[in-house]
């Protein structure tokens, strides 16, 4: 399995970006596809995910608003749309897989954006935001 972030790149505050990640090998039907970012010095959180449930999609509070994820089946490829770019946005992003993925708590402890949930990573893209 395969997961290969990319899109990242230098922007200005308030402007967009949009990242992609290349799924190979699993069926996107089947995963919860999430994205998290690590900021320089911080830990890495969770952003968004996107369930297989309903096509139900959860986003973090400091995103809200302001990113969306999305995904084409047929090119096996989840998209995150970023919009609004702030500085504290600056971070390296990455997408991850996982059969539990994007689930509540009732399926899997820590929610959503539990990164136990998610058995697949790419290697990250970088995203910076200049004031």
């Known amino acids: 399995v395969q997961l290969q972030a990319s899109g990242g790149g230098l922007v200005q505050t308030g402007e967009s970006l949009t990242l992609s990640c290349q799924v190979a090998e699993i069926n996107l039907n089947n995963y919860g596809i999430g994205w998290f970012r690590q900021a320089p010095g911080k830990e890495r959180e969770g952003v968004t995910c996107f369930s297989v449930i309903g096509g139900f999609s959860y986003e973090a509070d400091a995103v809200k608003g302001r990113f969306t994820i999305s995904r084409d089946n047929a090119k096996n490829t989840v998209y995150l749309q970023m919009n609004s770019l702030k500085p504290d946005d600056t971070a390296v992003y990455y997408c991850?897989?996982?059969?539990?993925?994007?689930?509540?708590?009732?399926?899997?402890?820590?929610?959503?954006?539990?990164?136990?949930?998610?058995?697949?990573w790419g290697q990250g893209t970088l995203v910076t935001v200049s004031s």
């Open positions: 991850a897989a996982g059969i539990l993925g994007c689930k509540s708590s009732t399926y899997y402890s820590g929610g959503y954006l539990a990164e136990g949930a998610y058995d697949y």
